[in-house]
């Protein structure tokens, strides 16, 4: 698994036995020493499109470059081809998924986008989904959800996912409830994101689409914002008198 941590420092003993300061080293790659800073630290990886720059002012190859973070086999080939601008979809599939997400937090979303409509062609889990979601842009998403697997969904996978789910997304994994391809009860999770499927619910039940329980996910809905609502006021009255 690629490390940032032995990264940093492996850019750091270059830098050293070159005899440059992080000043001398940032203006030769047009950046600021914080930068540099950072990255010899650990605490942020270099935009992939300047690997090529760093390995060339140690006079290394990107492959040790990359090598020195410790990647899996697959983490190097992923990291290597989007230095070099290869168009990697065709190429991915299931077995690549935790390599991506290991190194998710060190691509760019419109690169990882590409990754991502590949790897729909396969359906992937939805769990994977869950871990790109913070780094791969709405219309990404929708593909993944549309072709994904979701036997291991559960309320709390979908509610780590869902703040970062649009409309779009939204509607794909209601279209899955009513179905019946996915539990009643995962509406609980969606109603605070997505109260625009209030009255679909009710219809649904109405006609038979959802068992009439979901009914009761809307009243305790109901009646916990109501609750919320209620306190409010009570603590800014009181604020007010005090």
Do not use: W
């Not at 062609?121 to 913070?134: M, P, Q, W």
């Amino acid at each position: 698994m690629f490390d940032i941590k032995k990264f940093g420092a492996y850019i750091s003993r270059l830098r050293k036995k070159a005899d440059m300061t992080q000043s001398e080293l940032a203006e030769r790659l047009n950046l600021t020493r914080q930068a540099i800073s950072k990255y010899e630290c650990g605490d942020s990886f270099p935009d992939i499109s300047i690997l090529i720059e760093v390995a060339d002012v140690f006079g290394i190859t990107l492959d040790e470059l990359i090598s020195s973070g410790h990647p899996t086999e697959k983490e190097a080939a992923i990291l290597e081809s989007a230095v070099e601008g290869q168009d990697l979809c065709s190429e991915l599939d299931k077995q690549c998924i935790s390599d991506i997400v290991n190194i998710a937090p060190l691509l760019k979303p419109s690169l990882l986008d590409k990754m991502a409509k590949g790897l729909a062609k396969h359906g992937i889990d939805i769990s994977s989904i869950v871990s790109l979601a913070e780094y791969i842009n709405d219309e990404a998403v929708d593909k993944l959800l549309e072709n994904a697997t979701y036997d291991t969904i559960n309320e709390n996978l979908l509610e780590r996912l869902i703040p970062f789910l649009d409309g779009n997304s939204i509607s794909i994994i209601f279209q899955k409830i009513l179905e019946g391809d996915l539990d009643y009860r995962l509406i609980r999770i969606m109603l605070p994101y997505a109260e625009y499927i209030y009255p679909q619910v009710e219809a649904a039940v109405l006609y038979g689409a959802l068992n009439e329980k979901a009914l009761h996910i809307l009243r305790d809905y109901e009646s916990e914002n109501d609750r919320l609502n209620i306190m409010a006021k009570e603590m800014k009255g009181k604020n007010k008198n005090g």
